[in-house]
């Protein structure tokens, strides 16, 4: 089955910096990859996703490249405020009933 | 209006007892899901249900059973609870499973303790 491996687990950046988070998977079919933020206290919340047909996608200060190849893709924040501090998942999934498989999250922690 | 929605939000109960968790998605999609996120926050699918039809069933113990009366709704039952079972369950959904209409959006997630 598809496994998905997110690093870094903590990552503690100053307002206005740049926070980078990265995942690898290693199902070749995979071919959906989402990333969720989870604030304390609630469900994760979609923030972008991206498919196997585009390298990069950008939504405001939000953008999310891959790497099909080298089978991994990353979330860049720009400009981070406190509100962006919380737990990211990114995730990976294949075609049709494929489950979603899930990385360990990164606790982002924005330092005012 | 909640899109996806669980009841109860915390539930403690003593082990050994039975419980279930419901959810109710009001967006119109045809499958739904229920994941597992353990103390160390990690999410783990247990179920799937498409047009009432199960599609993934995960290594889970056969005291979790998914009920689908209908296509909006997909609760979750658990006999026999044991301490390992403490976690907080997420029910989830999307408009199908595949092609562009599988992003998933989840509910705000159901605290079970078990003592």
């Known amino acids: ?112 | 209006d909640t899109a996806v929605s669980q009841t109860p939000k915390y539930l403690v109960t003593q082990m050994g007892n039975d419980k279930s968790i419901k959810c109710e998605q009001n967006l119109g999609h045809d499958t739904m899901y229920w994941y597992k996120q353990d103390s160390k926050k990690f999410l783990k699918i247990m179920f799937s249900y498409n047009n009432k039809e199960l599609i993934i069933n995960e290594t889970v113990p056969n005291r979790f059973s998914p009920k689908s009366p209908d296509k909006a709704h997909l609760n979750l039952h658990i006999n026999s609870l044991e301490l390992g079972d403490s976690a907080v369950y997420f029910c989830a959904s999307s408009q199908d499973v595949g092609g562009s209409t599988d992003t998933q959006y989840f509910g705000p997630g159901t605290r079970l303790t078990v003592l």
């Open chain 1, 1 to 112: 089955g598809e496994n998905v491996e997110q690093h870094p687990s903590t990552l503690s950046v100053q307002e206005g910096d740049s926070a980078v988070i990265k995942c690898t998977y290693s199902d070749s079919a995979s071919n959906y990859f989402p990333w969720y933020k989870q604030e304390l206290g609630k469900g994760p919340q979609l923030i972008i996703d991206i498919r196997s047909n585009v390298g990069e996608k950008k939504d405001q200060r939000i953008a999310v490249t891959l790497n099909k190849t080298a089978k991994h893709f990353s979330l860049h924040i720009t400009e981070t405020q406190p509100e962006d501090s919380a737990v990211y998942f990114c995730a990976a999934k294949g075609g049709g009933r494929r489950a979603l498989t899930f990385g360990s999250g990164t606790r982002l922690q924005v330092q005012p």
